[in-house]
Each structure stands twice: as C-alpha cells, then as structure tokens.
C-alpha cells in the first residue's frame, strides 16, 4: 500500500526535463485570445484542460502521460526559491534522509502556504515516517488547496486503509477514480476493496 501514496511524488520526481520542456512550449487554451491573463490564471486554464483531458482518456498510457503534465503544473510553486527547496527535500527523501527532508518542506508550506504541492510532499514525508496523524492534516490541506489532487486523494485512501477503514478506504479510491479513470492502482484497490466487504456483508 505505500506504493500507492508515494505514486505521485516518485512520478513527479522521474518526470524528464524534456518533457517539462515541452509541456512549456505547449499552447495554453485561451492564451492567445487572453493576453492580460497572469501566469497563474493561465496555469489554473492549463490545468482545467488538463483535467478534462484526463477524465476522458480510456487509454491507461495517454492518460499516464496527461497525469505528468498535470504533475508539472503542480510543481510550479511561482517561487525559485521555493522550487529550489523542493528539489533539495526531494533528494533527501530519495536518499532516506527524512529529517533533512522534513527541515526543508517544513520551509515551504511556511513561505508558500497556498502551494498545495508542499502540502502534498510533505504528507507523503509524515506517511513515509509512519506519522499518519501529520500526514492526514497535510492531505487535507492539499485537497483544500487542489480538490483534484489525484496523489493526495490516493494518499489519503492508503491510510484509512492501513488503518482499518475499509469503507472510507474505498470511497477514497472512488474519488481518485472520478478525476483519474484510468489510475490502475486505484482501480486495483478499489476492486479488491468492495470483493472483501461485499463478503464481510454475506
């Protein structure tokens, strides 16, 4: 089960640079007509089409590859500094140095609060420590911030599961499912979820 909340940051960690390339080269619905819009207004519209995109997508590889553009988008805090210190937390975690890590996110949910993507890194941080507790308030804060947040969602399903909560476990998975169809993971646990208490219920 921890493979399914560290889905979505060892993803964005393996995202190629060419690939961020060219999703910046990449035509942003409306912009051309909207030339007054701000960055940020142009990367929520980017994200909206991201998102249907993703809805939509039948084929588990295309809707793979939309889900790393979306990871891209999130990764985007506005702030070098602060995408500097994401870089650095995420080495660290790589490198299973948890407390160094935990020093740096601790950063950048304090200078950036609005950016759901230190919420959501440092959740999956507190649930690699085994400190469900911490990374439960994290999830909630990220899915405040970013409703849609796919890994958050997954995150948030891994550990009620962990926990004992089936039920809420598979209506988590459920959520993760109406934004992410195609998420073969969840569509795994989800299944194996309601097998186990259909046949609790019999």
Excluded: C
């Excluded at 960055?39 to 249907?52: G, V």
């Excluded at 994290?138 to 399903?157: N, S, V, W, Y």
């Amino acid at each position: 089960m921890r493979s399914v909340f560290a889905f979505s940051v060892v993803t964005s960690m393996a995202i190629s640079p060419a690939l961020a390339f060219a999703e910046d080269q990449a035509p942003i619905g409306q912009q051309a007509a909207l030339p007054d819009m701000t960055q940020a207004q142009k990367r929520a519209l980017r994200l909206d089409e991201l998102f249907a995109s993703l809805k939509r997508e039948s084929n588990e590889v295309k809707a793979a590859r939309i889900a790393s553009l979306i990871q891209i988008q999130w990764q985007n805090s506005g702030s070098a500094t602060v995408d500097l210190m994401m870089g650095w937390a995420a080495k660290a975690m790589e490198d299973k140095k948890y407390s160094v890590a935990l020093d740096f996110l601790d950063q950048v949910v304090t200078m950036k609060p609005d950016f759901a993507e230190g919420w959501n890194r440092r959740a999956t941080l507190h649930f690699l420590m085994n400190d469900y507790g911490r990374s439960m308030a994290d999830i909630q804060k990220t899915l405040a911030l970013e409703p849609r947040h796919f890994g958050a969602m997954a995150g948030m399903a891994a550990i009620l599961k962990d926990t004992g909560r089936k039920e809420a476990a598979l209506q988590a998975f459920e959520r993760v499912l109406t934004v992410y169809p195609m998420m073969r993971e969840a569509q795994k646990q989800a299944g194996e979820l309601a097998d186990e208490l259909t046949g609790q219920r019999t």
